[in-house]
């Protein structure tokens, strides 16, 4: 999964080392409209779907976080 969250993420913003970042959303890394292309892809790649209740910081903060976040709702 971490394989194919990072390629999604780094063809949208080549220039942050997500790997390093743990503030994307909160430290003002990522913009809207970055969250929206990631959350399109994402949907896309992994089969799943990221409401609105899960648009938060939190669940866009940090490469972790998005991963947990995919894995919840593959659970669901």
């Known amino acids: 999964m971490r394989e194919k969250l990072m390629e999604i993420l780094t063809e949208i913003r080549p220039d942050i080392d997500f ?3 743990d503030q994307l959303v909160s ?4 913009e809207s409209f970055d969250i929206v292309a990631i959350v399109s892809e994402l949907n896309d790649a992994f089969d799943i779907e990221i409401g609105p209740k899960d648009l938060t910081a939190d669940n866009f903060d ?3 976080a998005i991963e947990e976040l995919i894995t919840s709702l593959e659970d669901n």
């Open 62 to 64: 940090s490469v972790e």
């Open 19 to 21: 790997e390093m970042e």
């Open 27 to 30: 430290g003002g890394i990522l």
